[in-house]
């Protein structure tokens, strides 16, 4: 492996190097330049250490995407202490649950997640910091309230007369495989994995990003975050290496709905764009479909003579619905519609998909959309090296294995998953089934793990919401499908009960109608069941009685 170099390091040197650019906007709000960044990074580097905040601390972050979450983060890493970003989506309790699983000694909450969690419920926390101003929400320490107090008073004191970037000198780890975050796959006991990402990988992300679109991405230009930083696919390539980039990240602090986002773009042009497939193809369909779904059109787009120049125009107008300045247009998280990539492909458009996993942080596989091959995720990413495990993987689906400086340490206090996922000789086991072609292509042919992606890049467990759902009023057994975007649950009623109790079909129809009303007032907005669909006969099981998942699955396409 080659002699890897501290990340800290050279978020330090990007400070420096861009100290007057901007650095993080809130969309339509504030500008933060590099040696902004620098100074809040200081005063929370002066908070942590006269409250007492070791190295080695978790430090856990929950708010929206924003400048000052951004800015936590930065500070945490910086300091020598361990991040730990959470979900803002998540229910109450989930977060308490990663909080106290954590160890975490600090929470920075963001202005929503303050409204719904409970101090008493996290008993381990010596304070909540308040994201927007960074505020003291709650302390349970004399050292941290007297260091918040007087935290203007003690940078003035090491800074009497300025603060430049001479001044700028941060935690350098001590060796790759030291542990920088813990990203949380999900928010319920019982089902969360704690990720731990090694500085090595955030670092190998981030390098990787540099091979493939360092001559293309320059200190200065723009990009949009619209993916949960919370989450490795964002917070990797919408911020660490645009952040490394000296690139002005620009968040949208709001739900990132289709007509915010197409504003964004518009508004902010950005050189490279990170998206999930939904987000993406709503783009498509909303507003480009409609003005070339019609006869003349079809007409224009069949006659051979003008075909060619009719799809020039039509690239033109979608490069322009993302912005007119991107180099490329990255999807990733989950297929991307078969209908909307033949397009995409056809009109000759600057995208590509790509594939990855929060244990390696996250990418695996990736091609430049000028080679990208139409139907793939790619090939092995730079570092990494990617296996199919089939007699034959050009025909016979396997299972995807990767090894490489981005695969996890393991999981945080799960040595019995870790074992299962990574094994001795360190390739991480993905579950996922694929094909790869002689040119070293990946298929994905279907998710052995039953996750499911949100309109914004969440992970979504239907396990979690059956084990939830299974729980209500006359339910036997659930599966829980996505159709489209949204969330179906497939019920099997407990038919013996309903005829003990004298209940018609109407009964157990108004029944199920609660028990979603009940169901999504204990889950994530994100995880929404949009409806109960009741089924009459028992789910097809294995010999282990467990339901044969994919037989419920809608169609498709890859």
Known sequence: MEQIPSFNALIEKSIIDNWDLDALTDYKGKTLQY???ARKIEKLHILFENSGVQKGDKIALCGRNSSHWAVAFLATLTYGAIAVPIL????????????????????????????????????????????????????????????????????????????????????????????????????????SKGVMIPYRAIWSNADFAQHVLGKIIKPGDHVISMLPMAHMYGMSFEFTYE???????????????????AQALADVKPRIIIAVPLIIEKIIRKRVFPKIQNNRMRLLLNMPVINKKVREKICEQVYEAFGGNAYEVIIGGAALNQEVEAFLKRIDFPYTVGYGATECAPIICYRDWKTFVQGSC??????????????????????????????????????????????????????????????????????????????????????EIEDKLNSLAMVSESVVIQEDEKLVALVYPDYDEAKTL?????????????????????????????????????????????????????????
């Open 378 to 463: 790619g090939q092995a990413a730079y570092h990494q090296e990617v296996k199919v495990l089939s007699s034959d993987p050009t025909t016979i689906p396997g299972e995807i294995i990767t090894k490489g400086p981005n695969v996890m340490l393991g999981y945080y206090k799960n040595d019995e998953a870790t074992e299962e996922t990574l094994d001795k000789d360190g390739w991480y086991h993905t579950g996922d089934l694929g094909l790869m072609d002689y040119d070293g292509n990946v298929f994905i042919k279907g998710r052995s793990k039953n996750m499911l992606l949100g309109s914004n890049g969440q992970n979504i467990y239907p396990e």
């Open 35 to 37: 040696h902004d960044v």
């Open 88 to 191: 803002h989506e998540f229910t109450a309790d989930q977060i308490h649950n990663i909080v106290n699983h954590s160890d975490a000694k600090l929470l920075f909450s963001g202005d929503v997640v303050s409204t719904v969690i409970d101090a008493t419920k996290m008993p381990s926390l010596e304070g909540i910091i308040y994201i927007p101003d960074y505020s003291l929400l709650v302390s349970r320490t004399y050292k941290l309230t007297y260091a918040r107090e007087h935290l203007n008073e003690m940078f003035g004191q090491k800074y009497p007369k300025y603060f430049r970037q001479e001044h700028v000198s941060y935690y350098k780890e001590k060796n790759p495989d030291e542990l920088a975050l813990i990203n949380y796959t999900s928010g319920t006991t019982g089902f």
């Open 502 to 558: 004298g209940l018609t079909n109407n009964d157990i129809v108004s029944i199920m109608e609660q028990n979603k009303l009940q169901l999504n007032e204990i889950i994530p907005n994100y995880a929404k069941v949009s409806e109960i669909r009741i089924r009459e006969d028992e789910f097809e099981k294995t010999p282990k009685k467990s339901i044969k998942r994919f037989l419920y699955q809608p169609k498709m396409l890859f």
């Open 243 to 261: 952040f490394l980039s000296g690139c002005h990240i620009y968040y949208l602090t709001r739900v990132p709905s289709p007509a915010i986002i």
